[in-house]
């Protein structure tokens, strides 16, 4: 069961939709890149019979509110208050830079239970990364409202897209609605950090079990760099799912249900 959509207000005053399915133990999901709460819908489907999965949307996206200055701080402070409007503690499971500013604010304190980063975007030495003027260049194009151009910048440089592949992207139903969230393409890349750079000292702060999960079909920089960070947490373990990619959350989330449940039970 679903319950109508709720709002929570975040430290600075912002408000935060969610949904909540199921019952049980509360899980919080969040999501990474051009997602909102739906994204994550068929995995709170999933996870639903077992826990309270609660899905929401990140400031700036979806039915929440957002601040003209933005910060990661005010993220994890987001985070913080939709765990305590549905409980005051929780798991939570991140996606990509969902999956960091899920490590970041257990890494802050934030009442969090249990943590699952599935393929956090850190970039091990030896593999291209991401520009560090890149969050500006994106705040660039999107305050001249070529938001078309920033989506294929936030493709091809983050994320490493060739850029003929984007190109075809461009012709898909799925591009307006990626241009639709364009403007909170910087938020992730200011979680992720200049490079994507891994910060072991902030992961071993974290004092919650934590897994890390990768797929072993995802971009070949993301196995190293989900074991270093999983290595850097105190009792960090780490998964690696056969077949999974980085879009499994979403296309098949069926597949995480085990150990998922395994993990939060």
């Known amino acids: 069961m679903t319950t109508p959509i709720e709002t929570v207000r975040s430290a600075d005053g912002t408000k935060i939709a969610l949904e909540r399915s199921g019952e049980g133990q509360p899980v919080v999901l969040i999501g990474g890149a051009f997602s909102d709460r739906a994204t994550a819908g068929g ?6 019979p077992h826990f309270t999965a609660v899905t929401y ?16 701080e005010r993220e994890i402070e987001d985070l913080t208050a939709v765990i305590e409007g549905v409980g ?9 830079s969902g999956a960091i500013l899920a490590l970041e604010a257990a890494s802050a304190g934030a009442p969090i239970r249990r943590v699952v980063a599935y393929e956090p975007p ?6 291209h ?8 260049r994106l705040r660039a194009l999107i305050a001249e409202d070529r938001r078309d151009e920033a989506v ?9 897209i060739p850029p003929q592949v984007v190109a075809g992207f461009r012709t898909t139903e799925m591009w307006p609605g990626l241009v639709a969230l364009a403007h909170t393409l910087p938020y992730d890349v200011a979680i992720t950090g200049p490079g994507n750079v891994l910060h072991p000292e902030r992961l071993a702060a974290i ?3 934590t897994l890390v999960i990768a797929g072993t079909a995802s971009m070949p ?6 074991r270093t960070a999983a290595g850097a947490i105190p009792g960090g373990r780490h998964l690696e799912l056969a077949g999974a990619d980085h879009g499994t959350p979403q296309s098949h989330p069926d597949v995480l249900l085990q150990p998922l449940l395994e993990f939060f039970a």
């Open 129 to 136: 990364r991401p520009a560090a003027d890149l969050v500006d």
């Open 122 to 127: 850190y970039i091990s030495d030896g593999f």
């Open 57 to 72: 949307d990140r400031r700036g996206r979806g039915d929440s509110g957002d601040s003209d200055h933005y910060a990661v």
């Open 88 to 96: 005051g503690r929780a798991g939570v499971f991140g996606h990509s």
């Open 43 to 48: 995995l709170a489907h999933v996870l639903a």
């Open 152 to 160: 294929a910048l936030f493709q091809t440089e983050a994320i490493g």
């Open 207 to 209: 004092s919650v079990p």
């Open 221 to 226: 920089w993301m196995l190293p760099g989900t």
